[in-house]
Structures are given as structure tokens and as C-alpha cells.
């Protein structure tokens, strides 16, 4: 092979390798924000990633309307440690009864596709103790 080619041939083989790293890496990568999902959404996200924060709640509900702004500033305050969902109840029932929503809005932190902690209603210190269990998952998932 000439020198040309041989350099072609290892460019090509580097930008082949580069694609195959960001694609994998792109997999690993959680998602931002908080995502509005549905059932099928709701369960890949639970067993695709380790720990995952569940807000339970429905457009009528005034207590919902509290807690979401707490969600969405703890989704951007651990992006990358965290995944963030909200589940509208009225629209996913079956997921809903399946956990045992009873009362909303009702805040599932899921620790490997499991249910690991569980706040109800909105009341001082939510952040605060979100925060708390987050940040306590993330070591454990980190060591």
C-alpha cells in the first residue's frame, strides 16, 4: 500500500472508531428537564437508568401545580445524576394504580427500576428532602 493510502485508510479507520465512542456515549447520556412520558416511556426510562425521580399529578390539581417547580429546578440542579418524569394520572391510569398512586401529587425516587422512596402531597422541606435521597443515590451509584 502506498504511503497515501495507508493514511487514508487510517483516518478513516480513527473516524469509523470516534462514531462508534459517541454512540455508545449517547446511550449512556441522561436525558435533561423534565420529561412528560406515558406508560411505555415511564417503564424504559424506570429500567433504563439508575435512579429516576417520578412526580405523579394531574392538571386539576392545585398542590401539583407547588411541587412542579420544585421538580424542574432540582431537574436542572442534577441533570446528569437524575432523571426526571412526570406522569399525568389521568392520562395513565394503569400506571398510576400499578404504584400505588392514591393521592397526588405523589413523588417516586426509583433507585435501579425500584421504588426506593415515596413523598405525598406538597409541604415545607420537599426540596429539601428530594435533594437529600438524590444526592444519597448518586454516591452510591458513583462508588
Not at 7 to 29: N, P, T
Amino acid at each position: 500500500m502506498s504511503e497515501d493510502k495507508t493514511l487514508d485508510f487510517l483516518i478513516r479507520k480513527k473516524v469509523i472508531e470516534l462514531h462508534k465512542s459517541m454512540i455508545r456515549e449517547e446511550g449512556r447520556k441522561m436525558p435533561s428537564g423534565v420529561l412528560e412520558v406515558d406508560t411505555e416511556e415511564f417503564r424504559r426510562i424506570i429500567s433504563k437508568y439508575q435512579v429516576v425521580v417520578a412526580d405523579f399529578w394531574a392538571e386539576w390539581c392545585i398542590p401539583c401545580r407547588i411541587v412542579s417547580p420544585i421538580i424542574e429546578k432540582l431537574a436542572r440542579k442534577y441533570a446528569g445524576q437524575a432523571v426526571f418524569v412526570k406522569v399525568n394520572v389521568d392520562n395513565n391510569q394503569n400506571i398510576a394504580s400499578e404504584n400505588g398512586i392514591l393521592s397526588i401529587p405523589t413523588i417516586i425516587i426509583y433507585y435501579n427500576g425500584r421504588e426506593y422512596d415515596r413523598f405525598i402531597g406538597a409541604f415545607p422541606g420537599l426540596e429539601r428532602k428530594l435533594s437529600t435521597v438524590i444526592e444519597q443515590l448518586s454516591r452510591r451509584s458513583s462508588s
